[in-house]
């Protein structure tokens, strides 16, 4: 049964720590997304890469987000430093070539507090 | 801009009764795809049916069919014969075929009534 993994499932920080979150894509999937949801926003795209590179991430906060696909089975949403407002949960999803349905991972729930 | 609209915050049903949910989007885009996505209380996004915008038969799964008006610019969620795991969130997201970027309306919470 092929799934969208995150890691971690929860994390709690206080502000100016950095966090990491990590998404491993179904296996053949080439088109990796990050989103983010909160109950005033909803669902946000942050950020989407195929085959690696990055194609949009005008979603994301420049300053202090980035993101990367360093191999074909990992990608990875980093924070630095992170503030209040980033408390929400993230989700990772991927995709197939010519497919168009996302799946979705479980999500990290971030909390800095 | 694409913008997704469920105007439903809330709605409730009860067991193995019939449910619509709405949703509208704006788009002048001419091939693009529907879906609809449940989240339970667990969080997970979980799929529940899609449609390809070229294709004028409406999509079923099971208990969960659309209503695809592409003119009005509509897409609604039937669900039929309500069951207690169908209670969620429930997302609309609308796709185009060039970018694979999905656009998500702010959801509706379905809670169904034992």
């Known amino acids: 049964d092929a799934r969208v993994t995150q890691t971690p499932r929860h994390k709690v920080t206080e502000m100016g720590q950095e966090v990491t979150m990590r998404c491993q894509p179904i296996l053949g999937h080439n088109t990796v997304f990050w989103y983010r949801q909160t109950m005033m926003q909803g669902l946000e795209l942050l950020a989407y890469?195929?085959?690696?590179?990055?194609?949009?991430d005008s979603g994301m906060p420049k300053d202090r987000f980035s993101a990367e696909m360093p191999d074909a089975t990992l990608a990875t949403l980093k924070i630095q430093p992170s503030e209040p407002r980033d408390s929400a949960v993230y989700f990772c999803?991927?995709?197939?070539?010519?497919?168009?349905?996302?799946?979705f991972g479980p999500g990290t729930r971030l909390t800095v507090t | 801009a694409q913008t997704v609209t469920q105007s439903q915050p809330e709605m409730s049903v009860q067991e193995a009764e019939t449910v619509t949910l709405s949703c509208t989007y704006d788009?002048?885009?001419?091939?693009?795809?529907l879906f609809w996505y449940k989240q339970p209380p667990s969080r997970q996004m979980i799929l529940v049916i899609r449609q390809e915008a070229y294709k004028q038969q409406n999509a079923t799964e099971n208990r969960f069919s659309v209503n695809f008006q592409k003119a009005a610019k509509s897409f609604s969620l039937k669900i039929s014969d309500s069951q207690l795991g169908d209670t969620a969130m429930y997302f609309c997201a609308f796709m185009r075929v060039t970018g694979n970027q999905f656009y998500f309306g702010t959801g509706t919470s379905l809670t169904v009534i034992p």
């Open positions: 788009t002048s885009e001419n091939n693009y795809y």
């Open positions: 999803a991927s995709a197939q070539a010519g497919v168009y349905e996302q799946y």
């Open positions: 890469f195929r085959n690696r590179a990055p194609l949009d």
